[in-house]
């Protein structure tokens, strides 16, 4: 069974940086990151699958974090800058085993959720002054 495990959120202040890591115990055909805060939805963050080499951004963290991955060590990262108050939450890695998928599919894993629903134990990442 797949298993993520994350790291690297800590304590930092507003407009620092901070770079997220999940490794992942298998080869994985999709990831992303999403987060939340306590008594909220979960928010995707950005998403990325194998297929076409698009990656969402969700619009309050386009232009300030990246997502990236490094398939020989089955590795995904969040490389955060600029970060604000608004940005703390906890950090969920996700991700889904080998498959097609449909087109468009990094946003609505985002939206939506992974397939299958493989998520990581998350990783708390607080911006304050």
């Known amino acids: 069974q797949l298993q993520l495990v994350e790291s690297g959120g800590s304590l930092v202040q507003p407009g620092g940086s901070l770079r997220l890591s999940c490794e992942a115990s298998?080869?994985?055909?999709?990831v992303g990151w999403f987060r939340q805060v306590s008594g909220t939805n979960r928010e995707g963050v950005s998403c990325m699958t194998n297929d076409d080499g698009y990656t969402y951004y969700s619009d309050s963290v386009k232009g300030r974090f990246t997502l990236s991955r490094d398939n020989a060590n089955n590795t995904v990262y969040l490389q955060m800058s600029n970060l604000k108050p608004e940005d703390t939450a906890v950090y969920y890695c996700a991700a889904e085993p080998p498959g097609p998928h449909p087109p468009g599919h990094a946003r609505s894993m985002c939206n939506l959720g992974p397939r299958h629903n493989y998520w990581g134990q998350g990783t708390q990442v607080t911006v304050s002054s």
């Open positions: 298998e080869v994985t055909s999709a």
